[in-house]
């Protein structure tokens, strides 16, 4: 996720460009950079680091400019340097570009490109699209809106794009799919950013554009267009956010909107991550068929939220790749003189890539001579540089302490070794990782559905907001989901919560229920092992002491025992994680509003923890 800005207009563009990328990093602030709209050659600017970094550079140096593009970078495809840094430029330093999303098909375009002499500075997958649009410019004679038209047809993915260049400076274009992007309106001056928190200081009038929609904007107006040149009659409205509800894209809270950014979370972590031949595209994994058979097992090391997933990546390697999956405490690994050695294949997941915990035990493991995949939200932290390989989630910056759309994108980043590994040790063919792909390729939608009816879940939520502990019943994939929920309570309810194995409960824990006590129930998915009917005689048990039960279930499932059920979509049992956390989440998060907590910096923690 990245914060892209452009302005046309009647002041001096540096202002509203710097502002608004002000306003937009917390959408991403790996690096940030600008392209001012000065004749014959553009000005352009960019540092690695926060907008302060690009700041400090420009200093005085500016030229008077009244229109041009900025970017503040979330990093995907290669790491947070000064020539990563947005705008992208063609080889005469005419055309800039700026991106946020990604272009599934970057790399056959750049063959294609370097094939005809384009030369890249960078690695990223944006600056193909600065040397095609130069190309599909000339062949338009110059019109740089029929030239995005044209470039957009070529690219796969996600993508916002703004595009200017310097024979006609003051005109931006712009266009999206699968990515956000609001022009706003002004007086003898116009917009175009991310979200509207970039301008709402200069306007409140605002266009949205649909899927696929080509603008063209100069400093008195604006025109929208399909791909096929045919003319898009504007829908203006009126904003009504201030800057910082715009910031939370109008949610409450920063944990509010990163939940409901889940489905897109998930969905950009899957893109291009099967082939047309059916296979796992995996290829920064930089391990060998061969070194992959020759694995004697996988240990994966985490913390928190994030050894949650840890615990679900044992269920699905397991069962895929059919490899031993140990799954460590990273504060406690190193201190047991684990068994590792050059056939151990360490998963490090860490939303931050700085916990200390995490990189202590990747350290032990290296030196013990183990192969550390590192899985990590934050492009270029500590713990991919020091891992031998990093699969990135494409969750976007998490703002909100307590971690959501890090957790379902570190489950899918796992889900996908799985599967890379089963076809790699020829445990699964294409055909049955085709169809386990699908099955994931489904789960964005159906997140989308648990959203959209969370309001019964919220208003009973507030009923339990007194209890002074909850409990969190889960069995086989259950049970991480179960202890993921009780920790979302703990850190931002404050209250005590505890997760349990469901069929650990006789073992102790169930001397815990008295009259009125919350419980939560994860029901299995599948009736394999009969293990729906054993969560059901479990909800029977709590129930008959007086336990008040939450069952969260399938559509499909039949639910005896309840006091109250929260529906969520079918999904086979070893993906019933993705979809049975989302209520988790929302549950915890309605009860710290309730409480009147901060939620998105609960007291005492921190969103990475460096210290050990
Ligand atoms: C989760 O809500 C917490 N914020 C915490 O448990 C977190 O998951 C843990 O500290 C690990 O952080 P990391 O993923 O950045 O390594």
Known sequence: MCGIVGYTGKQSAITPLIEGLRRLEYRGYDSAGIALGTPNKLFIEKRAGKLANLEAELGVKIPTAQSGIGHTRWATHGGPTDRNAHPHVDNEG?????????????????????????????????ESVAHLLSDLRKSHKGDLSAAMREAAKYLRGSFTLLAIHSDAPTIIVGVRRNSPLVVGLGDGENFMASDVAAFIDYTKRAVELGQDHVVTMTPSAISITDLEGNAVVPKEY??????SAAQKGGFSHFMLKEIFEQPKAVADTLVGRLDENNHIVLDELHLSKQEIQNLKKIVVLACGTAYHAGMLAKYAIEKWAKITVEVELASEFRYRDPLIDSQTLV????????????????RHAKSAGARILAVCNTNSSTIPRESDAVLYTHAGPEIAVASTKAFLTQVI???????????????????QVKEIFNELLELPSKIEQILETVEPLRELTRGFAQST???????????PVALEGALKLKELAYMHAEGFAGGELKHGPIALIEEGTPVIAILPASHEHGLDEKMLSN?????????LVIVIAQESAVV?????????????????????????????????????????????????????
Not at 238 to 243: L, N, P, Q
Not at 419 to 424: I, M, P, R
Not at 469 to 479: A, I, K, Q, T, Y
Not at 567 to 577: E, F, K, M, N, T
């Open 539 to 547: 909800i029977q048990e709590v129930k008959a002491r007086g336990a």
């Open 413 to 431: 980043a796992v889900y996908l070794i799985g599967l890379h590994l089963a076809q790699e040790r020829v445990v699964l063919t294409g055909v």
């Open 238 to 243: 009126e904003i009504t956010w201030d800057a």
């Open 469 to 479: 502990s909850v409990l969190f019943l889960g069995r086989n994939v259950g049970f």
């Open 94 to 126: 005419k055309l800039a570009v700026i991106h946020n999303g990604i272009i599934e098909n970057y790399t056959q375009l750049r063959t294609e490109l370097e094939s005809r002499g384009h030369k890249f500075e960078s690695e990223t997958d944006t």
């Open 560 to 612: 005896t025992g309840a006091t109250h059920i929260i529906r969520i979509p079918d999904a086979p049992s070893l993906l019933q994680p993705v979809l049975a956390t989302v209520p988790l989440q929302v549950f915890a998060y309605e009860m710290a509003v309730a409480r009147g907590n901060d939620v998105d910096q609960p007291r005492n923690l921190a969103k990475s923890v460096t210290v050990e």
């Open 347 to 362: 998963i490090a997941i860490s939303q931050s890539g700085e916990t200390m915990d995490t990189l202590m035990a990747l």
